[in-house]
């Protein structure tokens, strides 16, 4: 990776007592899409809140361009604000109910660009509107007057209002219908292709397959596979990647049914003291793997696991358990 | 034979300041004793509120014609004990969500025995035996231990269990699924699948599964319905539907799913344009605004569904094989 646009070193949030990210690093580059996935209560949102500082990890670094979020002072971090949006999963919840969709598009402008006089700021919500799919007129309405899948338009479009160098997607393609999730990704490409970088977290593993240069693999607050998308896809490493790939229902009812991908439900994170979180599922299992937790190696280039039988070549058909 | 579910020209309609909804417009299907049927379409289409008015459980303004029958018996004009007697026992539902729909306050235990104690009359001893011997038999790890324990504690994956358990407790002839698996996560999702292959297998009952997502549908259903604004637009054997789709929107929604095979394309395919408002459409083709082949025909007159007994489409002009 030439340009590094975001740096997270050791990144570690509790919420009270329980750990819930814990100890998590990457890099992102600049212009690419990394897909990050895993199962509910992983830590995915956490970790997308934690990078934009809306909670306060407890140790680790966040360098984005340079600058470290989570030490910089609030002015300085209000104004790298600027270059990294997010979209929330909720696309409904997330707007204001009673501002007209121009008045929040609208509203990143009058903080970041107060020179701007009211109608050229018009000009660029109109101009916005249509980027994303909308039509300029739509400016006057409230967010109950449209769909699930045009007010997240209008969540992308005041992320991108600003035009930043990074965008976080949190589950935003979740709930929408596929006819309408198809453009939504397209729109990403597009604005990927004008220089954009995206982190986009999703549980939805085809999607993430199509949109992402690399993927990230989370479980229980940590990263336990990294790796470039055709890699992870064609050869995952790690058995909890494998369980996932092999969750995801076929579509030809030729082809069968999933195999029941991991069994059992995901550990609790305070029950795990030693060794490796995803033992107790793992049909891989080792004893070793119940006192030491397997680091994250570089098992090809670019691509990383973090498993103690990541160097063998594990049949995937003896996942069916 | 008499089917087991028989609906015959449903309407469903609400009114609305700015007209009447037709929820269901004119759908007509019928479900076998021991068959598998997937009900796919997009949020709107109507696919839920067929089994609501089935099940009495429409909203109170809701406006219902037609006729469903259920094991020959009408269900639409009945009196409420006769409804209660049957639902709930013999034609029972699980919802999407089974955090809202088992009751916060009482044990699983408690809401499991309920149903037994009402319908078969058992003393509520046996009626918490019987509940933990199907606990059990829906894979329920610990079901003695889980009888006491409230719907928070359990996980979601376990949620949807009790609440298979829960609709299989009288043995019934038909089981509705309402997007079952959504709320869930991708490895959940695959065992939840699992389970329902296998209930119906041990207990012979006919299932219907609703959902949005064909995929999840392809691997359990027998047939498949699509619906497209309140009406049916393709009825046909699941791997008709997937092999020889019919129905242009069928066609469509096929293309539109990302799936983990094959090649990665450069942008996904989308379906341009906006499902109608149910009701705006009734005498011409729903589809047509959006459809590449429509012609004239479709936009005066409303095709019904024709074809042969493995696969037929409301289309005046299908896709041939």
């Known amino acids: ?321 | 034979m008499v089917p087991t579910l028989s609906v015959d020209r449903l309407r469903v309609s609400f009114s609305h300041r700015s007209g009447s909804i037709e929820a269901v417009d004119r759908v007509s299907l019928q479900i076998v004793p021991a068959e598998c049927v997937g009900i796919v379409g997009e949020s709107g289409s109507g696919k839920t509120q067929i089994f609501m008015a089935a099940m009495g459980l429409l909203a109170g303004k809701a406006q219902v014609s037609g006729s469903v029958r259920f094991e020959g018996n009408e269900l639409l004009s009945v009196d409420r004990p006769t409804l209660n007697r049957v639902r709930g026992s013999k034609l029972t539902m699980i919802f999407q969500d089974p955090m809202t729909s088992l009751t916060p306050h009482l044990t699983v235990g408690t809401q499991l025995a309920e149903v037994t104690v009402t319908h078969l009359g058992m003393p509520w001893k046996d009626a918490r035996t019987f509940a933990g011997r199907m606990l059990e038999r829906v894979h329920v790890p610990e079901p003695k231990r889980r009888l006491n324990q409230y719907p928070h504690e359990l996980s979601g994956g376990m949620r949807q269990r009790v609440m298979i358990a829960m609709s299989l407790l009288c043995e019934p002839s038909l089981v509705i699924a309402d997007e079952p698996t959504t709320a869930l996560d991708m490895t959940t999702q695959a065992q939840i699948i699992e389970l329902l292959r296998a209930v119906r297998g041990e207990f012979g009952m006919a299932l219907v599964l609703i959902s949005h997502d064909l995929a999840v549908v392809a691997g359990l259903a027998d047939r498949i319905l699509v619906m497209y604004a309140g009406s049916v637009v393709e009825n046909a054997i699941a791997e008709e539907l997937f092999k020889h789709p019919r129905h242009p929107y069928t066609a469509e929604l096929l293309k539109c799913m990302p799936s983990v095979t094959g090649p990665r394309l450069d942008r996904l395919p989308t379906l341009a344009g906006q499902p109608p408002r149910p009701g705006e459409i009734l005498e011409a083709c729903p589809f047509a605004p959006r459809c590449s082949r429509a012609a004239d025909r479709c936009r005066v007159e409303r095709p019904q569904l024709e074809g042969s007994s493995t696969s037929q489409a409301a289309c005046h002009f299908p896709l041939t094989s």
């Open chain 1, 1 to 321: 990776m030439n340009n590094i646009l975001l740096r997270v070193r050791d990144l570690r949030v509790d919420f009270g007592a329980h750990a819930v990210i814990r100890g998590v690093s990457f890099d992102l580059g600049g212009g690419e899409i990394v897909g990050l996935v895993g199962e509910s209560g992983s830590g995915k949102s956490t970790l997308a809140r934690a990078i934009l500082r809306l909670l306060q990890p407890v140790q680790g670094s966040v360098e984005f361009l340079g600058v470290d979020l989570l030490k910089c002072s609030p002015k300085v971090m209000r104004a790298q604000r600027r270059g990294l949006q997010i979209v929330f999963q909720d696309p409904l919840a997330s707007l204001d109910p009673r501002m007209t969709v121009g008045e929040t598009i609208a509203e990143p402008l009058k903080i970041f660009e107060s020179g701007l006089n009211a109608s050229a700021r018009q000009r660029k919500v109109g101009d916005m509107l249509q980027r994303v799919g909308l039509s300029s007129e739509m400016s006057g309405r409230y967010p109950h007057e449209f769909s699930g899948g045009q007010c997240q338009r209008i969540g992308i479009a005041r992320a991108m209002i600003l035009s930043p160098k990074l965008l976080i997607c949190d589950e935003m393609v979740s709930s929408l219908d596929v006819s309408i999730q198809g453009q939504i990704i397209n729109l990403l490409l597009d604005l990927q292709e004008a220089g954009m970088a995206v982190l986009f977290i999703s549980h939805n593993l085809a999607v993430v397959r199509h949109l992402s240069h690399r993927v990230l693999v989370m479980y229980l607050g940590k990263l336990v596979e990294i790796a470039p998308c055709d890699a992870l896809f064609a050869s995952p490493v790690h058995p909890y990647t494998r369980g996932l790939l092999a969750a995801v229902p076929h579509r030809l009812p030729a082809v069968g049914a999933a195999a029941p991908g991991a069994p059992g439900d995901q550990a609790v994170p305070d029950l795990i003291t030693s060794g490796c979180a995803f033992r107790d599922r793992c049909p891989y299992v080792l004893p070793m793997c119940e006192t030491s937790e397997p680091p994250l190696d570089e098992v090809a280039p670019g691509h990383w696991a973090a498993c103690h039988r990541s160097h063998e070549t594990l049949n995937p058909l003896s996942f069916e358990s």
